[in-house]
């Protein structure tokens, strides 16, 4: 593989010429890796939530949320299995199209499943042109520091953008359990140096998963290309939340780090109860829903 000049790699991007804010901003035209870069020298902050359907990432799109995850989060969220490890590339090239139809501005990030680039950069070079051919996402995601420098590089060069994931990287939750990353002088060091790696590799943003706020902050000084926090404190460029953890959607217990803007599970519930004894109780339809 031909080896690109060290800087050349650290800073694959050049600044939006447009320098318009990410959040709140207006355009006729989507948010890409420029922008992306262009706020991280602004020191502007922005919010990116994960989508998985037209209809819910229209809303978020309207928003003014910059950059919307296709996460295969969707596993736990949406398709009923109890980690992402089951995701399969069919499903997320599904739900990444139908995100991108149903956005009009915000940079689409579709993230590649486990199994479809842990054998080697061809294998991802391969994934990742599925998700920008088939769904029209505008970059992939992919789990992975240093183990992952291949497959980045490759991608890059390849014309497709990348962000990275490090720290808690649930695809490999069978191998360390869901658990606070880059705790103890060791485990900082190798957080720190597979940040460096995926950026030397050419990724445009780098996630960062349970992390100690201290080392995400240090992380993010250190790097030129953006963090996205998520459970990482608040030194990072950016955050990321789930968002049926973020609007109330999900049962049960959620991460310490999710603060919960709504209650739709509430919200919802009480809708349906509400319809379910009007049809039971003959007051629905009336007269002004029936067709004549």
């Known amino acids: 593989m031909t ?9 694959p991007l050049k600044p939006s010429d447009s320098g318009r804010a990410l959040y709140g901003g207006k355009g006729t035209r989507r948010i890409t890796v420029r922008d992306i870069t262009a706020a991280k020298e602004r020191g502007e902050k922005w919010p ?3 989508a998985y359907d037209a209809a819910t990432a229209s809303v978020f799109d309207e928003a003014g949320v910059p950059v919307l995850l296709v996460g295969d989060s969707a596993g736990n969220c949406h398709l009923g299995y109890d980690t992402t490890v089951p995701v399969t590339l069919d ?3 599904m739900l990444s199209a139908a995100v ?3 956005t009009s501005r915000a940079l689409i990030v579709g993230d590649l499943p486990f199994g479809s680039y842990q054998e080697g950069p061809v294998q991802a070079l391969r994934s990742a ?3 920008v051919k088939e769904a029209g996402v505008g970059a992939v995601k992919l789990e992975g520091g240093e183990r992952s420098h291949r497959q980045i590089e490759l991608l890059v060069e390849s014309g497709i953008p990348v962000m990275a994931h490090i720290g808690l990287t ?6 360390m359990g869901y658990r606070v990353q880059g705790r103890g002088e060791e485990a900082a060091q190798q957080l ?3 940040a460096k790696a995926v950026q030397d590799a050419g990724a445009f943003a780098v996630v960062l998963e349970l ?7 240090e992380v993010t000084r250190t790097l030129q290309i953006p963090t996205v926090g998520i459970g990482a404190g608040a030194g990072t460029d950016a955050q990321v939340l789930v968002w049926t953890d973020m609007l109330g959607l999900t049962s049960g217990r959620v991460p310490k780090f999710v603060k919960r803007y709504a209650d739709l599970r509430t919200v919802m519930g009480d809708a349906v109860r509400a319809f379910a004894e009007d049809v039971v109780g003959g007051t629905f339809p009336q007269e002004e829903h029936s067709v004549h």
């Open 3 to 11: 080896q690109l000049p060290a800087a050349q790699k650290q800073s």
């Open 48 to 50: 990116m939530l994960t």
């Open 91 to 93: 499903e997320m090239t």
């Open 100 to 102: 991108v139809r149903g």
């Open 129 to 131: 042109t599925r998700l």
């Open 170 to 175: 649930p695809q490999s939750v069978n191998a």
């Open 192 to 194: 720190l140096r597979d």
């Open 211 to 217: 992390v100690p706020a201290e080392l995400a902050a």
